[in-house]
């Protein structure tokens, strides 16, 4: 029985012993700090957007005139002249026109010689009688018909010169038709695009078809990017660009804003505008229609003191801050936290540009090299002091 009472004994005191040194080595441990040291460095605000390649300069070339297309002589790639011949559309109807209009022209000169040797004789009538009715051999009566046909002819005369200016027009409107069956560029440039093939009607009685899409000059292009409302007003002409596109991942090529076009675009109520940035393609690398991830830097500062943005919004645990204890409305200074004597102390700064990820430190107590707390950690101490439980059996 002693030996009994004394086993349970032993087992209390190992237990009590257990649960004090449990609780003592279970204490909060030390928190770790994160620093990072401040230093001069870049500063750069930027507005990231997607947008597609573009030329500078494309133009639609269309047909004026209705038909078939008879012959094609520009195709994809194509590099082409100013003037030079793209297409034709049959000609015959609109020779036959012209061939019309010819006709309709000499007839009207024909007309006009008719009628002016009309007016030659009514005009030797008129005189001859009005020289005779002053002897009474003709009456008045006939000398005043005879001026009624003077002025007729002389009438006939003019509108015949009238009508030989409307078929001229006509002759030169029938010229002008047949001219537009040849298709011609009216840019030097690219074929980048080709929409017909020959046999195929071409109808433009109520809209002008698109034959061909030429771009004046691909060593020149732009990004149309698509810049967010909240964004747009940080952004102005001159401002330097980069961007990315898929089929060069590892290249960057650079840019600038050439133009902040004021019209919105609206896509299910999400208003954006389009900044245009203006690009050298000397390799012709880009392609139209790319895709490009682009980033515009709206403002940058160069070799300034500078730390990480999540320093000025850390507080240490125990501050009234970080316990929620500032009173409601109250405007918290600018500051960060370095560590003294391993603990952390608040110095105040002024901040200039921020841009997501650094801030600049225009002003206050902080120097070069200080260690500015970032972010603080108790778990990591609190486990490594932590001993493994295990369960105590009798």
Known sequence: MKMRWLLVSVVIVVAVGAGVAWRLLDKPAAPTYVTTLAAKGDVVRTVVTTGSVNPVVTVQVGSYVSG?????????????????????????????????A??????????????????????LNYERDRGLVVRGIVSQE????DKSAYEQAAAQVKLDEATIAQRQAA??????????????????????SRNVDVGQTVAASFQTPTL???????????????????????????????FTVEAYPKKTFEGRVTEVRQAPITVQNVVTYDAVIGVDNPERLLLP???????????????????PAQALRFEPQGSPA?????????????????????????????????????????GGELAHGNAVITDESTAGAAAARRPARTPFRL
Do not use: H
């Open 212 to 242: 061909f899409l030429i771009a004046k000059d691909l060593t020149k292009m732009q990004v149309d990017t698509n810049v967010s409302e909240s964004d747009i007003g940080r952004v102005k002409v001159g401002d330097r660009a980069s």
């Open 171 to 192: 002759l030169e409107g029938a010229q002008v038709n047949l001219d537009y069956t040849d298709i011609v560029s009216p840019v030097d440039g690219i074929v980048v």
């Open 68 to 100: 078939p297309i008879k012959a094609l002589y520009c195709d994809y790639n194509t590099k082409v002249k100013a003037g030079q011949l793209c297409a034709k559309i049959d000609p015959r109807t609109y020779d036959v026109a012209l061939a019309q």
């Open 289 to 307: 229609g790319m895709t490009a991830n682009a980033k515009i830097v709206t403002e940058e500062r160069n070799d300034v003191l500078r730390v």
């Open 102 to 123: 010819k006709a309709n022209l000499a007839t009207a000169k024909a007309q006009l010689a008719k009628d002016q040797a009309g007016l030659a004789y009514a005009k």
């Open 322 to 362: 970080a316990r929620g204890k500032v009173p409601r409305g109250a405007r918290r200074e600018p500051r960060v936290w370095i560590l003294k004597a391993g603990q952390p102390v608040a110095v105040p700064v002024t901040v200039g540009l921020e841009d997501g990820t650094w801030a600049e430190i225009t």
């Open 142 to 145: 006939t000398v005043d018909a």
